[in-house]
């Protein structure tokens, strides 16, 4: 049973800093494609991040050069480093995973997400 459980949500100004993890009973966890997703209230769930097997990444234009997704095998962890935050990234931020094919790990709806975490950014 795949069991995805994030944390490090929080509330930060404009410019500051947050680092979500994400817990994933998935194994191996090497063969999944791992993501990122949010959702802000009264809009439809987005792909934020993606990295595949190999940690090939894809980033949403709306993220791309402030955001870092990345994973560590040993201890089963996704996570996403964001910088230089937004008003408009507020939103709640889901862990995602699929057992995708090599070379279509994208921004595309996944089979299981977490619970999410709330991010919330003051101006």
């Known amino acids: 049973q795949v069991q995805l459980v994030e944390s490090g949500g929080g509330s930060v100004q404009v410019g500051g800093s947050l680092r979500l993890s994400c817990a994933a009973s998935?194994?191996?966890?090497?063969?999944?494609?791992l993501g990122w997703f949010r959702q802000a209230p009264g809009k439809e769930r987005e792909g934020v991040a993606t990295?595949?097997?190999?940690?090939?990444?894809t980033y949403a234009d709306s993220v791309k050069g402030r955001f870092t997704i990345s994973k560590d095998h040993a201890k089963n962890t996704l996570y996403l480093q964001m910088n230089s935050l937004k008003p408009e990234d507020t939103a709640k931020y889901y862990c995602?995973?699929?057992?995708?094919?090599?070379?279509?790990?994208?921004?595309?709806?996944?089979?299981?997400y977490g619970k999410g975490t709330l991010v919330t950014i003051s101006s």
């Open positions: 995602a995973a699929d057992r995708l094919p090599v070379g279509t790990c994208r921004l595309v709806a996944m089979d299981y």
């Open positions: 998935i194994y191996p966890v090497g063969h999944y494609c």
């Open positions: 990295i595949d097997n190999y940690g090939i990444t």
